[in-house]
């Protein structure tokens, strides 16, 4: 068994780092949440990181993070108080007492802003959040997936209004959700229907902050110029591209969301391997055959700078590595791959991922990182 | 049809194609194509070896699963891609449209339509060859079609550059192309590389088959063996346009022809002044039978094709500022210039230079001769003039020297007689003539000569001789024995006169 696991301070770069790669090109400003948190936890102790199995099985656990448009989030950042409102209506729509809360979503800005809304209710994080990655939608939230009911859902807009939808099912939940978001003032804050803590294993995907943790920490540990390739498998990937973007394109038709086309040509092989975004990178062709996409991980990483490039960051001539790294195996199951695979994002093509999936505990790294937190 | 399969190069060079744009990988067109393969969309392209998959639904140029269909076809050694839409690709397609070798073709025609023609194409070529005969048929089986028509038709049919040259090759419809190796002879379906493509020249065989009278060029931008079989159908579907419209212009110039034949032959016969009729008639044909007419003939070898000939004269005579009135005869052209009042010699000497360098200008009349008359007042003028021409004209067929041209002027028509005698022809009859009179004693030729010269005077021969006048008349009596002529007739006389001239005059 695992035990809790106290970060410091001194770890919030290498959450912000794993949280980034997590976003695939998408999830929002995340050093913007590295940030608050620091100032929200200037002179304390980092909320606990615990595994679910350390509650009791009935210990009510409550999701929580930001949704909406993260440009928006920048110019009027939370002040802090958006979470409690949040949690606590939940908490009393549902007559529970919430143990601990988690993340929606561990890649991006929410990766880090989970730790920042338990250090304003004083509790404790759950490793574990309902993405394993940055994805788009409501529906694409794992204990949607897993069957469970997202209401009673309460949303709190930085502006100051709160609302608690219940009784309604998960799209109505996802139109009502953007119906508030323009009166929020572009975000809001988000908290879910509690799960219960023998749920996490099965309704949500656990592990994912130590992931992000551990990713982050390999990452900035590499150096800033070295072989890409070796980057790749020191991540658990693999290296698609590592070369000069030849073009950016970008299509604002068809949804809300932008999408685009990223084109790298490899400086070894000049092979093209393009990448398809819609807020995420999504799936990658090299000279037209696919070789990564959802719910599989690509990430843009700049060869100069080091730092993952985001969707909305990346244009022609940047240097960049193209990387694949292995997707959360909760979403590689029959009947939710439908949700993020590529159709999932009109991009017709069955999924294109590695042999093996992420699952928590073969991550040779994260074990060693447990090993450190029994040891504490 | 065993010929190789076409390329997509070939296939976009066909009329029906010009709306289909390569949008990348334009240098991977010259791969065999076997087979048209029609998906509905992107996401159901199943390519295979030697095709071209043709996309119905349209797509945006930015659409990723172009790249993959790419790729795809790659893999199962397509031939292209053809979509709907002409919209440029990302720079990346492009790039990877060459990089797999496969092209990226787009149009804004139906896509349908165009896979039908070309799996029917493939197919059956001679289907395809079939239907565009028979429009081409259709096109220009109506009378009356003329060349500059029928140029317009075959180009539009074949999408093709084509033009139409007279025998000669002088341009008569069209642009024509330089095509190098292109002869106007012999009169047989000729066919010359041409850049990428070839250039066929396609004749209407002249009535003599020897040469042509008109050549239909047309130029194939794609050497494709297959289409240049059907635009050899095409060619052959216009050159029998082209024969009718020939043969229709010819029995128009026949019957006029025949009618200024007519016309003439009455004037030539004519005696006194001519009935109001004949006046009407020749008035009709824009003849005026008053004023001074100065006649030429120009002879032509038998072979010569003297009615398709008469426009192409005209306007050379015309060129040399001469206007004249012409008639095919049947060893050529009668011709002349009415002028108001006598003319001046100056005025004579335009005409008459201007039809000499007409005659050296014009190549069917390399071997010609021409004889010009003097100038005759009023209509009985046209027969005299006329008449004087054609002895002319008799007269220098036999002159070389003087480029097989002869005028009559006022002082040279007896100098033209005497240089008669000096011809081929006359000569060796003269010889003849006298032959019986050679190696028998007493110069028997020289007092034939002498005795006709003092005009059959025996003492004036004898005085001329240095011999007793009973030699003399003993010497005639033999002459006449030996030649069986009575020198008591003036023809006679005449002849023999001319033959001594010649005959001693040679020696």
Known sequence: MTSALAPSHDDIAALERGSTLLGCGGGGPTPLAASLLRRWTAGKALPRLLDAAELPPDAPVIATGIVGATAALAEKPPGGAEFPAVVEAVAAATRTRPHAVMGIEVGGVNGVMVFAAAAVLGLDVVDADLMGRALPRLDQLASAAAGRPLAPVALAGGSGPTAVFDGIDDRATERLARSFLPEAGGWASVAFAPLRAADIANAAIPGTVRRALHLGRTHLALPVAGDARTAARALGGELLCDGRVLEVVRHRTRRTFAQGTVTVVDDAAGALTRVEMENEYLLALTDGTPVASTPDLICLVDRRTGSPVGCDQVRAGLDIAVLHLPGAAFWRHPDRIGRVGPRAFDLAHPPVLLDRPWTGGSDPADRAGRAAGAAR | ?507
Not at chain 2, 25 to 48: K, N, S, Y
Request: hydrophobic share 45%; charged share 25%; with cysteine.
């Open chain 2, 1 to 507: 049809m065993t010929a190789r399969p076409p390329t997509l190069a070939d296939v976009c060079a066909r009329p029906a194609w010009t709306g289909v744009a390569a949008l990348a990988g334009a240098e991977h067109l010259h791969r065999p194509l076997t087979e048209v393969v029609v998906a509905r969309d992107l996401d159901a392209v199943r390519p295979a070896a030697g095709a071209l998959i043709a996309v119905l639904t349209p797509v945006t140029g930015a659409d990723w699963r172009i790249d993959a269909a790419l790729r795809r076809l790659a893999d199962a050694g397509a031939c292209g891609l053809l979509v709907s839409g002409r919209a440029a690709p990302l720079r990346a397609t492009a790039i990877l449209a060459d990089r797999v070798g496969i092209p990226l073709l787009g149009t804004d025609d139906d896509i349908v339509a165009l896979a039908v023609g070309l799996r029917e194409l493939l197919s059956a070529p001679e289907m395809d060859r079939a239907r565009l005969l028979v429009r081409a048929h259709e096109a220009l089986s109506r009378r009356g079609t003329t060349p500059k028509e029928v140029a317009a038709t075959v180009a539009a049919l074949l999408g093709a550059r084509v033009w139409i040259l007279s025998g000669e090759g002088a341009t008569l419809a069209g642009d024509p192309v330089e095509v190098e190796g292109f002869r106007t002879a012999p009169p047989m379906v000729q066919r010359h590389p041409h850049g990428r493509g070839v250039a066929l020249f396609a004749p209407v065989p002249a009535h003599d088959a020897d040469h042509a009278d008109l050549w239909m060029g047309v130029l194939l931008d794609q050497n494709d063996a297959a289409w240049e079989e059907t635009a050899r159908g095409v060619a052959a579907v216009a050159t029998m346009a082209l024969r009718c419209w020939r043969a229709d212009r010819r029995v128009e110039i026949e019957r006029d022809a025949r009618l200024r034949a007519t016309v003439l032959g009455e004037l030539l016969r004519l005696d006194g002044e001519p009935s109001a009729e004949l006046r009407n008639r020749a008035g009709d044909l824009g003849w005026r039978l008053g004023g001074w007419h100065l006649g030429f003939h120009i002879g032509v070898p038998d072979g010569v094709d003297v009615l398709g000939s008469t426009a192409e004269l005209l306007s050379a005579l015309e060129a040399e500022g001469i206007q004249a009135t012409l008639v095919e005869r049947h060893d050529g052209w009668s011709g002349w210039v009415t002028l108001g009042s006598e003319p001046a010699p100056d005025a004579v000497g335009t005409v008459v230079n201007g039809v000499r360098r007409t005659q050296r200008r014009l190549a069917r009349l390399a071997s010609s001769h021409v004889g010009i008359g003097r100038a005759h007042a009023g209509p009985a003028g046209i027969s005299a003039t006329l008449g004087e021409a054609a002895d002319a004209a008799r007269l220098a067929a036999n002159r070389r020297e003087v480029g097989r041209f002869l005028h009559i002027d006022r002082l040279g028509l007896a100098q033209l007689l005497l240089a008669w005698t000096r011809t081929d022809t006359f000569q060796p009859a003269a010889r003849d003539l006298l032959a019986p009179l050679s190696g028998q004693p007493g110069e028997l030729d020289r007092t034939l000569a002498a005795y006709l010269d003092a005009e059959s005077n025996l003492t004036e021969t004898a005085a001329v001789l240095g011999v007793h006048r009973n030699t003399v008349a003993a010497r005639i009596a033999r002459v006449e024995a030996l030649l069986g002529v009575d020198l008591g007739s003036a023809d006679e006389r005449l002849a023999l006169h001319l033959a001594c001239h010649t005959v001693l005059g040679d020696r």
